[in-house]
């Protein structure tokens, strides 16, 4: 038998699944064979609840320690790790939330297990400069109409259907959580310069500017866009909303045309 055959025989025990690796094993007396293996066994399934506990200890709390560790075994069954690294194990819980026969009929679940993974991608976002103020008020007057906005790698947008960010809020500051509510909400979750994850939903009208940028979009096609849905002219405000969004740090660099500001 290949070593690679052996390793199979190895993984299939940990995982639960029939093998016979027990039969390749030597018996030292003091432990039995049994013993030794249910004792990797353990630490396997050990290391991967821990993981799970880590990642999302907002959605442990809200689940209690019975239904929480039965999902985590679930997952664990249904969804074994492919990765080199535990990081990214538990990447597909939100489908798995979906999936679940008892966990299903709560959608919220999947959504809230989707903002902690959302908060952890932020965090590991690649680094990068970000603009400044300055970079914006010393942008000629006549280069303004194509100005074009590149966003920091720690950007992203979530949007639910659920009031899960609440819920959120209220376990992470100890509180008794709202009862799940459909809303429709759009959130922007970022890294600060400080290297803490923060979030925070849109002012009216601020939504459609991001997108917009987002995608591509110049200063003038931005503001073309917005006076045609608000009927008045959106320069200042828009004006106004940069500077808080460099502010807050969430634009990489500016560009005009195909010339880079910053």
Known sequence: MTLKERQQQMMAYLKGKPSEIDQHIKDHGAISVDTRLHIYRNAYQVRFWETIDTDHPVLGTYLGDDLFNQMVHDYIDAYPSEFRSLRQFADRLPQFLTEDPTLSVYPHLAELARFERLLLAVFDAPDSERAQRDDLISLPPEQWADLKLVFHPSVALFQTPFNVVDIWQHIK??????????????????????????????????????????????????????????????????????????????????????????
Request: glycine share 6%; charged share 30%; proline share 6%.
């Open 173 to 262: 500051a100890e509180r008794v959580p709202p009862d799940p509510a459909d809303v429709s909400e759009v959130w922007v979750v970022w890294r600060n310069r400080d290297r803490l994850t923060e979030f925070v939903s849109f002012e009216p009208g601020e939504q459609l500017m991001f997108e917009r940028f987002y995608q591509g979009g110049s200063f003038v096609e931005v503001a073309e866009e917005l006076l045609a849905e608000q009927q008045t002219d959106p320069s200042e405000a828009m004006v106004n909303t940069l500077f808080l969004w460099l502010d807050r740090g969430w634009i990489k660099s500016l560009y005009t045309g195909l010339k880079l500001v910053k």
